[in-house]
């Protein structure tokens, strides 16, 4: 990653015709002048850093001022010459570039490792909102020392490094939308964190890169003579590349194996007008079958961060399976450069209309440093951390103020994002003018009306149903003031509930020695203290009934899927098998009223929640008046499980969700039925 300065002119001059070489290399000159005699760990003079940073940054097309100000980005700090001496030779503008980044710096080595990451979190950020190209040079000088942090001797040091840039500069490029360098930053994270499971990916991925490059290759040129027959000729194809890292995520949180990921084709189509986009989408679907539920039409409805495209899954070339993105050339700026592609790229015209973008963004981003700022509890701090890692989403008050929720938050956490009273009184709410119950998951652009009684009040399974880390934590707060009675009532009903999901037979039915191991395990004086502390949420149901039962007789080893949020809370390290996960087998019985429809209803949401069914057989109770359906499914790990039992119960009509603890259905053969299918 090491670039001389001949290399980031003659990269600049492709998308800036007018650079001026001169002052470009008079920057260049006095860099490496001041830092004359320097060396780097990995043994090269210092200059060639700034060089690199300057480098990376012409790959985001930046003006000329953010290329001189990363030349000299680190003068101030780390040479004899002052801020003055940067601001006599190169003026007012790349002095107050190169002062930003020194400050960010500063930030760093004042505080200890917690404080100073949120310092330096929020310092990014208000700066930020002072000038975008301050980021990005920082950006930029991250990328590179990440690429050369092998150089560093002492573990530890490199360790330090790799969590701070994945916990706050990987989410700060996230947000400003800049994939590529996002992308880069993660692939060396993850090689310095994990770099047993980086190998072990990468060997994978090297072996199956030939075929794979060969299938995409026929893919796009299928598709081209394809859009051609349909007088499509402006556009390009271009197959996209997965990081390591993201392959090595949804190993981990959708449990899939290695292949499954790797060998899903991406291919990206780019063409003029939105019209287009349509065209080809048209072209796609009639010549190759669509996969299922796999057309998303973010055009229609972008993401709450702006990104726009259409994205299919068609079974392709040889019946690959491959995911295709639409979009217009600005999306595609966009979706590449992120916040850049506004501040560097826009017209006059479209200045404006970019600006308010931007301003979007920042908005956002002072509403989380103003949380921060009242916060005293640090715990709360991490969890405000974790919530920055997720998508957001964004919803409407009845009056149009805007509520920016994590990912599938529902409405209760609507509820107690407006305001911590709404929250505990919340009894229903009116989504886009219908009704809805509480547990309803929101997505942007929902207009939320809640509805409040005054004998409504929050309890305890809210906290096992909401997203954001703020709604627990009110909602906690909340259940501390109830009284003793009220708790053990709700930790005995959470317990018993939670117990007979599993197909157990609830609280009653355990044993004193069952019991006594509960008390133990989480210290407590006796089963009602228990029962209050699972009921006011100071003990985890889950780990409560992880403790009750082996994990087998639950559902598998469940995997870990929470990577990042365990480097936050600062364990050293997570294990995460890499071997293709486990498949079991479940069976259900599923008590329903008798009504037409009701088993594809189910077997609708079985699916949606990409759940194989192996088996179903249905039997007519109560001379016909309700039904009982049996389904045997393929469960990949317990959280597919419990959104699976969620689901099932939100089908109306549907009475009961059991789950039969047997072998029975472990004897159904998976291959067998296949060829049952097949044939
Ligand atoms: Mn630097």
């Not at 002048?33 to 003079?45: D, F, L, T, V, Y």
């Not at 590349?241 to 194996?257: A, E």
């Not at 009704?435 to 939320?448: M, R, Y």
């Not at 109560?622 to 959280?639: M, V």
Request: a neutral charge; charged letters at 30%; aromatic letters at 8%.
């Amino acid at each position: 990653m090491n670039h001389s300065i001949e290399e980031v002119i003659k990269a600049a001059k492709i998308y800036l015709p007018n650079l001026n070489e001169r002052r470009l290399y008079r920057a260049y000159e006095f860099a490496a002048r001041a830092h004359e005699g320097q060396i780097r760990k990995e043994g090269s003079p210092y200059i060639v850093h700034p060089v690199s940073a300057a480098y990376i940054l012409t790959g985001l097309r930046v003006d000329e001022d953010t290329l001189i100000g990363a030349l000299l980005h680190d003068v101030p700090e780390d040479t004899t010459y002052t801020l003055e001496d940067i601001e006599k030779n190169f003026g007012k503008k790349i002095a107050f570039l190169v002062e930003g980044i020194t400050k960010l710096s500063k930030v760093h080595y004042r505080h200890n490792m917690e404080e100073r990451q949120i310092e330096s979190l929020k310092k990014m950020f208000i700066h930020s909102a002072q000038d975008i190209r301050i980021i990005l040079i920082k950006l930029a000088d991250r990328l590179h020392n990440m690429s050369t942090i092998g150089a560093i001797p002492k573990p530890e040091k490199r360790t330090r490094i790799a969590k701070e840039t994945l916990e706050i500069y990987v989410p700060i490029a996230n947000l400003l939308g800049i994939w590529e360098l996002k992308g880069q930053l993660e692939d060396l994270c993850f090689k310095t964190l994990l770099p047993e499971e980086f190998e072990h990916i990468e060997e994978l991925a090297k072996e199956s890169a030939l075929s794979h490059s060969d299938i995409v290759k026929r893919s796009i040129s299928q598709v081209k003579r394809m859009l051609a027959a349909n007088h499509l000729y402006d556009f390009e194809i271009e197959g996209r590349k997965k990081t390591l890292y993201s392959i090595y995520r949804k190993m981990v949180n959708k449990g899939r194996s290695f292949h499954e990921i790797y060998d899903l084709i991406g291919i990206r189509v780019i063409v003029d007008d939105i019209g287009e986009c349509y065209q080809v989408l048209g072209v796609l679907h009639q010549n190759y079958t669509p996969k299922l539920g796999r057309l998303k039409d973010y055009i229609a409805i972008p993401k709450s961060n702006g990104y726009q495209s259409i994205h299919t899954t068609i079974f392709g070339v040889d019946g690959a399976l491959s995911e295709f993105q639409i979009r217009t050339k600005e999306m595609h700026l966009e979706s590449e450069y992120g916040v850049a592609a506004h501040y560097f790229y826009t017209n006059e015209k479209d200045k404006k209309k970019s600006f308010k973008k931007m301003q979007k963004k920042a908005g956002w981003v002072k509403k989380i440093l103003e949380v921060q700022r009242n916060a005293q509890n640090s715990h709360y701090l991490d969890d405000l951390k974790l919530d920055i890692f997720q998508d957001r989403i964004f919803v409407f008050t009845p009056k149009g103020d805007v509520i920016d929720l994590p990912k599938d938050a529902n409405i209760i956490d609507m509820a107690f994002h407006v305001h911590s009273d709404l929250g505990r009184r919340a009894a229903g709410a009116l989504l886009n003018g219908t009704k809805e119950s509480l547990n309803t998951t929101l997505k942007t652009g929902d207009v939320v009306e809640i509805i409040t009684s005054e004998e409504s009040q929050a309890k305890i399974e809210w906290l096992y149903s909401v997203h954001a880390n703020l709604s627990k934590h009110r909602i906690k707060e909340f259940l501390k003031t109830l009284s003793t009675e009220k708790s053990i009532e709700s930790g005995w009903r959470i317990l018993d509930s939670r117990i007979k999901v599993y197909g157990y037979k609830g609280v009653n039915f355990l044993s004193e020695e069952q019991k006594n191991k509960l008390i133990e395990k989480f210290l407590q004086k006796n089963w009602d203290l228990l029962l209050c502390n699972l009921g006011n949420g100071n003990i985890n149901v889950n780990d409560a009934i992880a403790e009750l039962f082996s994990k087998s007789e639950l559902i598998g080893e469940e995997i870990n899927t929470d990577y990042m949020k365990a480097y936050v809370e600062g364990s050293d390290r997570v294990h995460v098998s890499i071997a293709p996960p486990k498949i079991h087998k479940v069976h259900l019985k599923i008590e329903t009223i008798n009504r037409v429809g009701m088993l594809r209803d189910i077997s609708d949401v079985i699916a949606g929640n990409g759940v194989n069914i192996l088996k179903i057989s249905t039997m007519i109770l109560n001379e016909g008046s309700s039904s009982e359906l049996e389904f045997f499914l393929e469960i990949r790990n317990i959280n597919q499980y419990e959104n699976l039992v969620y689901a099932i119960h939100e089908v109306p009509g549907v009475l009961k969700v059991n789950r039969v603890q047997s072998d029975e259905s472990a004897q159904i053969n998976s291959n067998d039925f296949h060829k049952e299918l097949s044939q």
